[in-house]
């Protein structure tokens, strides 16, 4: 059997606010491993960046277990065991793209020859090569979009956190790099945790699908796509594809999902 990546045994996690408790996170139980591309779906407020931001070990849970590649999500944060992509690109304009892609290397101190490399690999993975001294302004919203992936992989880090990476961009751009990440998932063979609002989204990346509810977060169901890995665009026109996502919208709705 596969090594979990990520294994959360009933996880729960509260935050306490003026107005009360708020239950973010309630007896999430789910195993990711190795390789696996999983995506959380879910209304706004059901935990999906709590469960992302715990992973990172930038929120801790109030009670039960998560371990990430083995180690205490603490313990994996400073063995540097995943990198992070947010939903707006978050480049500094004043930095050039290899720049930004630098910084985090440059915090942590590593050799000038080792982060020329590294910049230069992870720009080719996201096919970026020759954009290393244009400035993120001189870039479109997509290009940015996949620096950010590409500063994200400086690290070679084995598990990719990804946070509505692609909310903000139109459809078209949005099913290209959708294509380019299934691409560089295969190629790279990393684990990737994705959260969406889109179901299209979900069902065309996704191994496996966890499906989340609200108020308080949780999850609803798990669902282990039969999709082969290799997926062109137009197999979101197959009866399988139609299936898993409606299966996906049952759960969101039996979950009182409002508009998702
Ligand atoms: N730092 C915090 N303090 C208090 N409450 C918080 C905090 N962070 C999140 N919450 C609350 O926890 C719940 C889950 O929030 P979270 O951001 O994880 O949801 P989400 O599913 O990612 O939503 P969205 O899709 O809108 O990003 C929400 O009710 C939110 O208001």
């Known amino acids: 059997m596969a090594d979990p990546v990520i294994q959360a045994s009933d996880l729960s996690l509260t935050f306490q606010t003026g107005d009360g408790p708020v239950h973010a996170l309630k007896d999430v139980n789910l195993t990711v491993d190795k390789g696996d591309f999983v995506s959380f779906i879910g209304p706004s407020g059901c935990g999906k960046t709590t469960f992302l931001r715990a992973i990172a070990a930038l929120e801790h849970p109030t009670s039960g277990t ?24 978050g480049l500094y304009p004043w930095r050039t793209i290899g720049g930004n892609i630098r910084l985090p290397l440059e915090i942590m101190g590593y050799g ?19 954009f290393e001294k244009k400035y993120p302004w001189q870039l479109s919203g997509g290009m940015q979009q996949r620096a950010s992936i590409a500063r994200a992989l400086a690290f070679d880090a084995d598990l990719l956190l990804m946070d509505e990476p692609f909310g903000a961009l139109d459809e078209i751009v949005r099913d290209r790099l959708n294509e380019e990440l299934l691409a560089l998932w295969a190629r790279t063979e990393k684990t990737i945790a994705f959260v969406t609002h889109s179901i299209p989204e979900a069902v065309y ?3 496996k699908i966890v499906v989340m509810s609200p108020r308080p977060g949780r999850i609803t169901d798990v669902i282990d796509s039969p999709l082969p890995r290799e997926r ?11 299936e898993i996502a409606h299966r996906v919208r049952d759960g969101l709705r039996a979950g009182h999902g409002d508009a998702v």
């Open 205 to 207: 990346l996704s191994t």
């Open 66 to 89: 998560l371990s990430v590649n083995g180690m205490s999500a603490d313990e994996a944060r400073k063995a540097r065991a995943y990198g992070y992509v947010f939903q707006a690109a």
């Open 232 to 242: 062109p665009l137009d197999i979101r026109d197959t009866p399988e594809f139609i």
């Open 112 to 130: 000038r020859a080792d982060m020329y490399d590294r910049v230069k690999n992870v720009l080719e993975l996201v096919e970026l090569a020759g």
